[in-house]
């Protein structure tokens, strides 16, 4: 999963070279304005200041993102420059519905991670 994100003085174009994922656009003002998979093959445009989340659904999910300004900034919300990393770990426990530990990972062993996170190993009860 890459982290919501935002290009602060640039457009975003994304196209899709394998796998799929889920991908998650908000404007300025929070609205949702696309919420949807992406497959190989299709691009999506994503407005400067809009933010942005994207998901690998099981078999990956690579895609480009050509940015308009050959300058573009990007800023994240979390690592070690994170506006999550001053939220009390029950804003984000609720806001993410994510345990305590997860939460605490977050915040604090992100160290120099600014914009990507691992998948979630589960284990599996043998029979």
């Given at each position: 999963?890459?982290?919501?994100?935002?290009?602060?003085n640039a457009?975003?174009?994304?196209?899709?070279?394998?796998?799929?994922?889920?991908?998650?656009?908000?404007?300025?003002?929070?609205?949702?304005?696309?919420?949807?998979?992406?497959?190989?093959?299709q691009?999506?445009?994503?407005?400067?200041?809009?933010?942005?989340?994207?998901?690998?659904?099981?078999?990956?999910?690579?895609?480009v993102?050509i940015k308009?300004?050959?300058?573009?900034?990007?800023?994240t919300?979390?690592?070690?420059?994170?506006?999550?990393?001053?939220?009390?770990?029950e804003?984000?426990?609720?806001?993410?519905?994510?345990?305590?530990?997860?939460?605490?990972?977050?915040?604090?062993?992100?160290?120099d991670?600014?914009a990507?996170?691992?998948?979630r190993?589960?284990?599996?009860?043998?029979?």
């Amino acid at each position: 999963m890459v982290s919501p994100h935002w290009n602060i003085n640039a457009h975003s174009i994304m196209y899709c070279t394998g796998g799929r994922g889920r991908v998650e656009v908000a404007d300025d003002k929070g609205e949702t304005v696309f919420d949807g998979e992406l497959r190989q093959g299709q691009l999506l445009i994503v407005p400067q200041n809009y933010a942005m989340l994207e998901r690998a659904g099981s078999e990956g999910f690579q895609f480009v993102s050509i940015k308009t300004s050959d300058r573009a900034m990007v800023s994240t919300i979390v690592g070690k420059t994170s506006a999550l990393r001053g939220m009390p770990e029950e804003v984000l426990m609720n806001s993410y519905r994510m345990s305590r530990d997860e939460a605490r990972r977050v915040k604090l062993t992100r160290g120099d991670e600014v914009a990507i996170f691992t998948p979630r190993r589960e284990s599996r009860a043998e029979a």
